[in-house]
């Protein structure tokens, strides 16, 4: 059973253009979280979703940000018009209902 | 409102020394607590969680950790480091209340060192 699949490993982008982030759960789980990890800081949530729903976005900047999860396919987070404080890791968690969260390793945002 | 405080952003032990990371929480329900290890541009593994059950939890590499719900603490130990160990730990918390998948709140982690 793979683990959490996220894609690209590395990703670079120039301030105004756009940032596409996926995330595989692993196989049988349901529930797809994102966090953000700044420079020097611990994992902020951002946003919780279910197939085909938003559970929880509290943690999503109010602009630019925007997160799905469809029926089929990964889920995507997707940054608008990137600017360089969007300079983050950015981690993807799944789990099945009432377990623990497992993580993928990340996409590391580069905004120049 | 839950939160996590990891005081200190780093350790050093000398290795065979025994390792001892704090972690301190905040919640206004029964919590779920966890220890993370995070290497270097890799993702978070989980080394040892806290599900109202036993207070003393033991975890994966020879962590073990104790839920003191007086003291607020969930602090993690290891009898003897190795090189191995150097990478940074998370502490998280997870409200029980609001559904067995609600988001974690992390502590601002804590870098290990291991000295030869």
């Known amino acids: 059973n793979a683990g959490v699949m996220q894609n690209p490993r590395h990703l670079v982008r120039r301030r105004g253009q756009e940032a596409r982030l996926r995330c595989s759960p692993m196989?049988?789980?349901?529930?797809v979280y994102w966090y953000r990890q700044l420079p020097e800081e611990g994992l902020k949530f951002m946003v919780y979703?279910?197939?085909?729903?938003?559970?929880?976005e509290s943690g999503m900047p109010k602009e630019r940000f925007s997160a799905e999860f469809p029926k089929e396919g990964p889920s995507i987070l997707r940054i608008q018009q990137v600017v360089r404080g969007d300079s983050a890791a950015y981690f993807c968690?799944?789990?099945?209902?009432?377990?623990?969260?497992?993580f993928g390793p990340g996409t590391r945002l580069t905004v120049l | 409102a839950q939160s996590v405080t990891q005081l200190g952003s780093h350790v050093s032990v000398s290795e065979g020394a025994l390792v001892l990371l704090r972690c301190n929480y905040s919640?206004?329900?029964?919590?779920?607590l966890f220890w993370y290890v995070q290497y270097p541009n890799q993702g978070l593994q989980l080394l040892l969680k806290?599900?109202?059950?036993?207070?003393l939890v033991k975890g994966i590499n020879g962590f073990e950790a104790e839920f003191k719900k007086s003291e607020t603490s969930f602090h993690l130990t290891k009898p003897s480091a190795h090189m191995s160990d150097a990478a940074e730990y998370f502490c998280?918390?997870?409200?029980?209340?609001?559904?067995?998948?609600?988001?974690?709140?992390f502590g601002k982690g804590i870098t290990l060192s291991v000295r030869p």
């Open positions: 968690a799944s789990s099945p209902p009432t377990e623990e969260q497992f």
């Open positions: 196989k049988g789980h349901s529930h």
């Open positions: 979703l279910q197939k085909e729903n938003i559970i929880d």
């Open positions: 919640s206004s329900v029964p919590p779920y």
């Open positions: 806290y599900t109202s059950a036993a207070t």
């Open positions: 998280a918390v997870r409200s029980l209340s609001t559904g067995a998948n609600s988001k974690l709140t």
